[in-house]
């Protein structure tokens, strides 16, 4: 090394704090990091590969790890998708059709449309459906809310007769809410419309009279309020989809939002709310362990978290057994290829297995091996019982 070179690296340690080590490595003390480019050889020694490493993208090592493997195409006990976003299928017989297909073909008996669907359209879906021998049993719809015009005289009126309407109509729960209540709602004085805004609560109230679950999805995962930088779990999310960030001066921030989730569930406790997407908390349990014993009126559903859910199978497998009548299945996103997946975290006791986005996940899952009871009540037993429109005949006993 010249002496320039050498100066310019002792002068680059120093002020990262480290000191050259003893074979072209750098010294770090205890509680620092690694310098960029360098990972620590040895306690307190960080080194540079004599390779360029390749990207995050480009990284795609071949597992040796050699292990058995059960796969499951299809779910043990007849599933109830609680988080169905069915699309171009509901418009024809021939879109019923596929889905019917499709649901056989990966074990789920009934989908719950949860595509907030309203009026005319709500009507024309279930007419449909109804027409449609094979699907007739096994489509259910929620219908939506329209929060334009909250605290406008007479909004909660017109939206308790739209939510019987519809309940008139067949529908048989509200959602999904989606996120933008929170993030981007806004009051008919131009306001942010806060999740607890008092002025909702007859809506949840006049679900609780019919009956009406309410399955509500709240924010996104943590990571999408936090810096995009080489510690964020969803870096590559972020940088592929940018919608997904949540920058403060634009957005309440994560926790706001969960206050206000929390309040407004605490405040409505005659009302059933499913949780979506295990409120985001499947990275904490401990976390939603609290919030499912102080609210009993929640359950939770598991749609989009199976990567949370499947790094961690042992404290995964001791939650779903505790809180076994308070989860129920659902998807998200309709891709009869992905079902699988969920079937292998709850099903198998399999090893470091692959999920189905990269994007998600940078690691690998593990099955959580329940036992058939609980796979049943996540699976139906507990969509049933919280929710009287979907037909109760037919299941396993
Ligand atoms: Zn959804």
């Given at each position: 090394m010249c002496s320039l070179g050498f100066a310019l690296f002792a002068l680059f340690a120093s002020v990262a704090g480290a000191q050259p080590g003893m074979s072209g490595g750098v010294r770090i003390e205890p509680g620092q990091e690694c310098p960029p480019?360098?990972?620590?050889?040895?306690?307190?020694t960080c080194q540079a590969p004599t390779l360029p490493p390749p990207s995050i993208l480009d990284y795609r090592p071949r597992s040796t790890l050699v292990t058995t493997e059960h796969l499951v195409p299809k779910a043990k006990f007849p599933a109830i998708d609680y988080h169905g976003h069915p699309t171009?299928?509901?418009?024809s017989a021939e879109g019923l059709t596929q889905l019917a297909d499709d649901l056989d073909r990966i074990g789920v008996r009934v989908i719950v449309a949860a595509n907030n669907v309203r009026g005319e359209e709500l009507r024309r879906q279930l007419a449909t459906a109804q027409a449609h021998p094979r699907m007739r049993d096994r489509i259910r719809f929620l219908t939506g809310i329209d929060f334009?015009?909250?605290?406008?005289?007479g909004w909660a009126e017109r939206e308790i007769a739209a939510l019987e309407a519809a309940a008139a109509a067949g529908a048989v729960g509200i959602g999904e809410?989606?996120?933008?209540?929170?993030l981007t709602s806004r009051k008919a004085d131009g306001t942010r419309l806060r999740i607890d805004d008092p002025a909702l609560d007859p809506v949840w109230q006049a679900a609780a009279r019919l009956r009406f679950p309410v399955f509500i999805h709240t924010a996104d995962p943590q990571e999408f309020w936090r810096p995009i930088d080489n510690t964020n779990e969803r870096w590559l999310e972020l940088a592929l989809f940018p919608s997904r960030r949540y920058p403060a001066e634009l957005f309440p921030s994560f926790e706001q939002l969960m206050a206000e989730r929390d309040a407004m569930l605490r405040r409505n406790r005659g009302t059933t709310f499913v949780v979506a997407h295990m409120g985001w908390h499947a990275n904490d349990l401990p976390r939603l362990a609290k919030m499912m014993d102080e609210m009993p009126n929640i359950l939770v559903e598991v749609g989009a978290v199976l990567y949370d859910i499947g790094r961690q199978p042992r404290a995964a497998h001791e939650f779903f057994v505790r809180y076994q009548d308070r989860i129920l299945f659902g998807k998200d996103s309709?891709?009869?290829?992905?079902?699988p997946y969920y079937w292998r975290v709850f099903e198998t006791r399999d090893d470091y297995f692959d999920y189905y986005r990269d994007y998600h996940a940078t690691w690998k899952l593990y099955g959580i091996d329940l036992p058939d009871a609980v796979l049943q009540k996540v699976y139906f037993r507990n969509a049933l019982r919280i929710t009287p429109g979907i037909p109760p005949q037919g299941w396993p006993r």
């Open positions: 480019g360098m990972t620590e050889v040895r306690p307190g171009t299928q509901l418009s334009t015009g909250v605290g406008a005289p809410i989606g996120k933008g209540l929170g309709f891709q009869p290829a992905e079902y």
